[in-house]
């Protein structure tokens, strides 16, 4: 079982920045693929970004390419996506994932979710 608590979100102004963080429970956790999905109201639940355990490789979606980054930081449980250049549209709520191996940027690859973050962004 992998337990995951996303904190960080709020209202920002367009063009601010956000810091989103995922402590996860679990003594595997570096070994997981922790991604970030969002949710707007009336929308299906989006693929943001994602990285593996090893190799730290990333992926991500063309809406934030160039602006949010994906981390994480092993010996904290913890994952971080750092939002920067914050538009409208970017308002949802964002979750964090959790799967044992990369299945594609799709919801259903993920196991584990955490509750959710609102993050606002006003025009």
């Known amino acids: 079982q992998v337990q995951l608590v996303e904190s960080g979100g709020g209202l920002v102004q367009a063009g601010g920045s956000l810091r989103l963080s995922c402590a996860a429970s679990g003594r595997t956790f570096s070994t997981y693929v922790m991604g970030w999905f969002r949710q707007a109201p009336g929308k299906e639940r989006e693929f943001v970004e994602a990285i593996n355990g090893e190799r730290l490789t990333t992926y991500y979606s063309d809406s934030v390419k160039g602006r949010f980054t994906i981390s994480r930081d092993n010996a904290k449980n913890t994952v971080y996506l750092q939002m920067n250049s914050l538009k409208p549209e970017d308002t949802a709520v964002y979750y964090c994932?959790?799967?044992?191996?990369?299945?594609?940027?799709?919801?259903?690859?993920?196991?584990?979710w955490g509750q959710g973050t609102q993050v606002t962004v006003s025009s």
């Open positions: 994932a959790a799967a044992p191996e990369w299945r594609g940027p799709i919801a259903s690859g993920y196991d584990y």
